[in-house]
């Protein structure tokens, strides 16, 4: 029977040294599922992150990811994903319109290719009149949608997002996954990390984090069942009242 699994993780592990940042954690992600990956600041969600992105090498256990081992296929993997972080995403001192031809270039696309997805995009975000405007010049919501839209101008099967829509207005992160629902639906399997629990509530399914341990994974009505909360800030209080990390 063929699998719609898109990841699997088994008994995942990352230690530095004595400390164990991720420890031996255990999922599936599916394919088209906006997966939620949440956790305190410090449970080891970048880190986990930064494995299956084929980034940094596990220290044990077992991860595939579109297929590929994290250990042995990392350039494949990096090929079959998009990316985008808080922290990372466009460069600043490029024109809109430059970005976009340098991400089209860097994952080998045809010069067409990279034509009509650009004319595509801008025309998506409506901004045509700052194709040739310094990325740094535009407000963060746009960059943050811009940065997304370039993390999947590959048309990867999966895009990790990590804390994609950190200090903007609640108006702004309600459009951005607009654009994350999209993408979903086009196919596009959605990996993110988020502080913002009413972001939780859109996600499929959600795992959620504990010094290095995934403590829970569910549906978010399913684990507002379980831990008897109304709102997944409540759950999400309730598991991370044990964390004994703070994080750096
Ligand atoms: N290269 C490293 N060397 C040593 N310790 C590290 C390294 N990278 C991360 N850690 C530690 O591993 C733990 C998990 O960090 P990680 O960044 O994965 O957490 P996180 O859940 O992503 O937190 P945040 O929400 O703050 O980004 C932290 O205690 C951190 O200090």
């Not at 490029?94 to 997805?117: D, H, P, R, W």
Request: hydrophobic share 40%; aromatic share 10%; net charge negative.
């Amino acid at each position: 029977m063929a699998s719609d699994k898109i990841i699997t993780v088994d008994h995942l592990t990352k230690r530095f040294g004595v400390f164990t940042a991720v420890d031996a954690i255990t999922f599936d992600v599916h394919k088209g599922e906006i997966f939620g990956f949440l956790g305190a600041n410090g449970a080891g969600k970048t880190t986990a992150m930064r494995m299956l992105c084929g980034l940094s090498m596990p220290t044990s256990g077992k991860a595939t990811v579109a297929g590929y081992d994290v250990y042995t296929q990392n350039e494949q993997i990096k090929k079959s994903i998009g990316y985008m972080s808080q922290k990372f995403s466009l460069y600043e001192d490029l024109t809109v319109k430059e970005n976009m031809q340098l991400y089209g270039g860097i994952y080998g696309k045809s010069n067409a290719f990279i034509k009509e997805k650009t004319a595509f995009i801008l025309e998506h975000l409506h901004l045509q009149d700052e194709a040739n405007k310094l990325v740094g010049s535009l407000p963060l919501g746009w960059k943050q949608k811009l940065a997304f839209s370039v993390a999947i101008f590959h048309e990867p099967e999966i895009v990790f997002l990590d804390e994609p829509t950190g200090g903007v207005d609640p108006v702004t992160r309600r459009e951005f996954w607009n654009m994350i629902y999209q993408a979903a639906d086009n196919g596009i399997t959605i990996f993110v990390t988020t502080h913002y629990m009413d972001e939780a509530e859109y996600c499929n399914r959600v795992s959620i984090m504990v010094d290095g341990k995934v403590e829970a994974l569910d549906t978010p009505a399913m684990l507002k069942q379980q831990y008897q909360s109304a709102t997944m800030d409540d759950v999400f209080l309730k598991l991370a009242r044990k964390a004994t990390r703070s994080g750096d």
